[in-house]
């Protein structure tokens, strides 16, 4: 197989050669010595990480993974998904960072059926936004703490890299997203994103909404971003970061990535990310997703391989051809050894029997997990709505004791209101005609008394602001004959 260039299939159907730096049309029929692969938008893959340890076995490592896409990210056993991982070194510990990706085999169908009827197979399937290992491999730019911000049509990522490893990726914004909320074409959003940016002077009175909108949602972007950052940070352990590329068709967008120095950014460098020179700006993104694949056939590194669609292996490495020619070379030594050949044939019959046996047993066990597994996560969700439930109902007990409590304090404060003011009118001999009282917080005495004895009425009103009342005031007064009424307003 030539390791030099691969064929590449875009993200439009087409094919195309690449040798490192440029493409080049190929035919589909002409493609057979070459490896061929495409990539997958994030948002058609379902995400999980975790930790696991250092000196997990590959083997272990891929059952583990598979089993926590099932359980912790929820993936339906009924459906069938391809799952692969990749793994992420953890400076000072004895763990790994696993960070795994699922997709459902009907999916990847769907995307790349007319691909496979011409071309058979698709030896790479990869996520898009891990393209950026390339850069490094093939020394397109440092060794450093690099962050990239991809914007294309359907998909859009922040990317963060430590000492040019990957990190993390965090979806943003698309470019088709942001046209619906503006109410443009797409075409249109890419103008005003290059030429104007997020800069106000670079717009008219006119286009005022459509720079507030732009703003908002970019500002926004940086804001997730910078959070994101600060999380891995503490993660993965790296002090900042040194760069911010914006992964735009190699253009640039004025005053965006500017943003990121209200949030301590100040010291990094901000630039456009141009790698390409011999490639039109439109498949610069197309251009980095072949390179990765380059260099995963050229063993740079390693990453999450999607595929479903594999080569077939030529005929005498497969099983069937490895069976077919032992059995050939039996059937050879039995004309002239006819009781060793007809030994040879029993063992080997009784060989794919016992292959047959534990193909059925493996395949029977499988269904059962699954089953078993799908039962787990109903009976973990009907725990979760019990617990949920339970939850609530301790909360409105909770609730309510607090109503009564509150009521009892308040029956309370009402009784020693309406015993201090009986206490009050019985030490100066004051009688009422009236009293009318609302709840703890105000109560209206009617007072009656001769006119002789007015000053009591004072009197008995001090006795309550020395008792702690606030409010004491007269609200009416009246004199009949020698009969003197005066409405008292008692507030604590």
Known sequence: MIQDKILFVAHDGTYLLFDGSNFSPIEAKKSKNYYCGGVVSAPLLRHYGMRVSENISPEKLEIQAEMSMYEEAGLDPDIDFKIASISIALEDSSEQFVESYAIENSVLTEI????????????????????????????????????????????????????????????????NELAQ???????????????????????????????????????????????????????????????????????????????????????SQHSPLRVFDAIE??????????????????????????????????????????????LAMALVAALAYPVYGTYQLSLLEKERFMLDEKVQVMTALTKKLQKKLKEVRLEKKYAEEQRDTIIATIASYDELIDTLREQKQDKKARQLMMQDVNTAMAKYKLSSQNL???????????????YQKRDDIAKFMKDLIALGYLHVSTREIKRKENIYESIIEIRP
Do not use: C
């Open 112 to 175: 790349f059926s007319k691909n496979i009827s011409k071309l058979g197979h698709l030896d790479f399937i990869l996520p898009s936004f891990l393209k950026y290992d390339a850069l490094y491999a093939y020394e397109k730019i440092e060794r450093k703490n690099d962050l990239f911000i991809y914007f294309g049509e359907d998909e859009a990522y922040a990317v963060m890299y430590k000492d040019s490893h990957y990190i993390s990726t965090r979806t943003i914004t698309t470019l």
């Open 181 to 267: 909320k503006l109410g443009v074409e797409l075409s249109v959003v890419k103008t005003l994103l290059s030429s104007k940016g997020v800069e106000n002077e670079n717009y008219s009175a006119d286009e005022f909404l459509k720079m507030h909108t732009i703003q908002e949602e970019l500002s926004k972007i940086v804001e997730r971003v910078a959070h994101a950052i600060g999380h891995k940070r503490g993660v993965f352990g790296f002090d900042s970061v040194d760069r911010f590329f914006l992964d735009f068709e190699g253009q640039d967008i004025p005053g965006f990535l500017e943003l990121f120095n209200n949030y301590g950014f100040e010291n």
């Open 281 to 326: 700006p439109q498949r610069y993104s197309d251009a980095l997703s072949a390179l990765y694949i380059l260099g995963l056939v050229q063993e740079k590194y390693t990453s999450a391989n999607l595929t479903i669609f594999e080569r077939r292996p030529v005929f005498y490495k497969t099983h069937s051809g490895v069976f077919f020619i032992v």
């Open 436 to 450: 009318d009282q609302n709840g703890s917080q105000r109560m209206q005495v009617h007072i009656i008394s001769e």
